[in-house]
Every structure is written in structure tokens, then in C-alpha cells.
Nanobody, 116 residues
């Protein structure tokens, strides 16, 4: 019943910035947590950043700490990922994820390409 859709992917040069957003549709939306995952060609999907919906606690993969910021606008059912100082290794399909107390939802993914 919950649909997730990502926006904001694209092509950017190394050192640049992008802001991803993920909107959730549905009658109600109050997950335990939401997160951003990414998957590069030939690699497994990995967690990038996560946020607890209620308390706002966040956690990040070491490779993005200090560069990426995850945030949420609960009134708009929207999750954000601000990505700064992008590196070619950040190139991947980025997926929005929600854990609604055991009910798991995924977005369709949005491509982020960082050129050299």
C-alpha cells in the first residue's frame, strides 16, 4: 500500500553536489526507519545512510560520513539525501527504503553518475 519514488539523480562532476528525494504515497505513513541504499554495477547493494523516523537518529557508512546528510520532512512523507563532495566511487543506483515495523518497501531507484 506504500509506494516510494526517488527523484534527483543525474550526472555530476567529481566534487559536485546532488540532492536526492524520496516521496512516499499512501493513506498513512509512519515507518520505524527509512534509508538510502546504493548498488554499483557488479557489486552488492549496500546501505548508505539511515534515519529513525520518530527520533531522528541517523547513521552513515564510513565512506560517506562528512559528505552526505540524510533528513526527512515527515509532513510531506519525504526523505532526502544531500550529497556533497561527490566522488566517482559514489556512482550507483540509489534506492529509497522504508521499514514499517516489518513491512519493507523499496523505491525503483535513481541513477547517480559522478564523472572524473
Amino acid at each position: 500500500q506504500v509506494q516510494l519514488q526517488e527523484f534527483g539523480g543525474g550526472l555530476v562532476q567529481a566534487g559536485g553536489s546532488l540532492r536526492l528525494s524520496c516521496t512516499a504515497s499512501g493513506r498513512t505513513f509512519s515507518p520505524y526507519a527509512m534509508a538510502w541504499f546504493r548498488q554499483a554495477p557488479g557489486k552488492e547493494r549496500e546501505s548508505v545512510a539511515a534515519i529513525r523516523w520518530g527520533g531522528g537518529e541517523t547513521e552513515y557508512q564510513d565512506s560517506v560520513k562528512g559528505r552526505f546528510t540524510i533528513s526527512a520532512d515527515k509532513a510531506k512523507n519525504t526523505l532526502y539525501l544531500q550529497m556533497n563532495s561527490l566522488k566517482p566511487e559514489d556512482t550507483a543506483v540509489y534506492y529509497c527504503y522504508a521499514d514499517s515495523y516489518g513491512a519493507l518497501y523499496w523505491g525503483q531507484g535513481t541513477q547517480v553518475t559522478v564523472s572524473v
